[in-house]
């Protein structure tokens, strides 16, 4: 792992993702996705619907849901670390983010949730882009 990643990783750690929060809204996800599918790709996409799933679960405790919901602003929102316009790292944050987020959520995706999170992967993208996925 180089310094930069080593930095950067400590900077994800210690941000406030609460800030976030606000910018999250489904149909400001569906905007991101539809508008940045080649830059973001196929697995973090797959990651955010994911989340997005696993919030909407009333099995879902509300202090995760608040972590995924920051994670998922945090995604659609145009101010972070790495500016999401920089060629070949301009998402970077965004999918360390999203991991962070996966980490903590991990134990609430059923096999219902992976297929919910398939099928719009599917419907987005076409069934070429389940190809790309590892559960």
Same mark, same amino acid.
């Given at each position: 792992?180089?310094?930069? =990643?080593? /930095?950067?990783?400590? $900077?994800?750690?210690?941000?406030? /993702?609460?800030?976030?929060?606000?910018?999250y809204?489904? $149909?400001?996800?569906?905007?991101?996705?539809?508008?940045?599918?080649?830059?973001?790709g196929?697995?973090? #996409?797959?990651?955010?619907?994911? &989340?997005?799933?696993?919030?909407q679960?009333?099995?879902?405790?509300?202090?995760?849901k608040? !972590?995924? /919901?920051?994670? &998922?602003?945090?995604?659609?929102?145009?101010?972070?670390?790495?500016?999401?316009?920089?060629?070949?790292i !301009?998402?970077? =944050? =965004?999918?360390?983010? #999203?991991?962070?987020?996966?980490?903590?959520?991990?134990?609430? #995706?059923?096999? $219902?949730?992976?297929?919910?999170?398939?099928?719009?992967?599917?419907?987005?993208? !076409?069934?070429?882009? &389940?190809?790309?996925? $590892? =559960?």
């Amino acid at each position: 792992m180089s310094t930069h =990643d080593e /930095i950067k990783a400590e $900077e994800i750690e210690n941000l406030d /993702i609460e800030k976030y929060r606000d910018k999250y809204s489904e $149909e400001g996800l569906w905007e991101k996705i539809r508008k940045n599918i080649a830059k973001i790709g196929v697995k973090v #996409i797959y990651q955010a619907l994911l &989340l997005f799933y696993v919030a909407q679960s009333p099995n879902c405790p509300a202090k995760v849901k608040a !972590g995924i /919901i920051g994670a &998922l602003g945090y995604l659609i929102s145009p101010l972070d670390l790495v500016p999401d316009i920089m060629m070949g790292i !301009g998402y970077t =944050d =965004d999918a360390a983010m #999203i991991a962070a987020a996966l980490a903590i959520a991990q134990v609430y #995706i059923t096999d $219902e949730i992976r297929a919910q999170a398939r099928a719009k992967i599917a419907d987005l993208l !076409g069934d070429d882009a &389940l190809a790309h996925l $590892e =559960d």
